[in-house]
T-cell receptor, first 114, second 113 residues
Framework: EPEVTQTPSHQVTQMGQEVILRCVPI?????FYWYRQILGQKVEFLVS????????KSEIFDDQFSVERPDGSNFTLKIRSTKLEDSAMYFC????????????FGQGTRLTVV | AQSVTQLDSHVSVSEGTPVLLRCNYS??????LFWYVQHPNKGLQLLLK??????LVKGINGFEAEFKKSETSFHLTKPSAHMSDAAEYFC???????????FGTGTRLQVFP
């Protein structure tokens, strides 16, 4: 069964460093997403990406964050100058049709900023 | 703006007894609704979805949910709990004018032998 894969599963980084979280969405999906879940809190939407551009983003997704689909298979989330409060589980997701359809999630990357 | 409220943060049941996880939503007249499950140290798995077809939706592992527009509810049920059902369950809404999924705060289901 096709699945969304994320690497690494766990990343520890020092405050102020840049991190790149990687995802391989399901191959025929057209819509890509990043969500995050701070420990003990809700899963929150960060950004959606379609046709090689951001289609929607949340207030959380400020200039510190960027996304890219560099090669037609990978989908990355870059966090510049990480802060302690960026520590969270980051989930990548993809869907075939976008709006009002289900998204398929990866296993998540646990980011710990120290 | 759309939102979901999961009415119970924790639910405990005995194995073999029914499960009821409650969810109320706020949305436009035509939302899409989903239940996802998260097992410890695992990702989010889709259990079932409602997208304006049949109001009673069947999902994986014996779960089902009923969309009740008059009550703005989408409660998740299972006739007989299994130990492997112990997990965190999220009710999720999506509206016609947005790409994003809005998650509830989650309900932790415990199943006792």
């Amino acid at each position: 069964e096709p699945e969304v894969t994320q690497t690494p599963s766990h990343q520890v980084t020092q405050m102020g460093q840049e991190v790149i979280l990687r995802c391989v969405p399901i191959s025929n999906h057209l819509y890509f997403y990043w969500y995050r879940q701070i420990l003990g809190q809700k899963v929150e939407f960060l950004v959606s990406f379609y046709n090689n551009e951001i289609s929607e983003k949340s207030e959380i997704f400020d200039d510190q964050f960027s996304v890219e689909r560099p090669d037609g298979s990978n989908f990355t989330l870059k966090i510049r100058s990480t802060k302690l409060e960026d520590s969270a589980m980051y989930f990548c997701a993809s869907s075939y049709r976008g709006r009002r359809t289900e998204a398929f999630f990866g296993q998540g990357t646990r980011l710990t900023v120290v | 703006a759309q939102s979901v409220t999961q009415l119970d943060s924790h639910v405990s049941v005995s194995e073999g007894t029914p499960v009821l996880l409650r969810c109320n939503y706020s949305s436009s007249y035509s939302p899409s609704l989903f239940w996802y499950v998260q097992h410890p140290n695992k990702g989010l798995q889709l259990l079932l979805k409602y997208t304006s077809a049949a109001t009673l939706v069947k999902g994986i592992n014996g779960f089902e949910a009923e969309f009740k527009k008059s009550e703005t509810s989408f409660h998740l049920t299972k006739p007989s709990a299994h130990m492997s059902d112990a997990a965190e369950y999220f009710c999720v809404v999506s509206d016609w004018d947005t790409d994003k999924l809005i998650f509830g705060t989650g309900t932790r289901l415990q199943v006792f032998p």
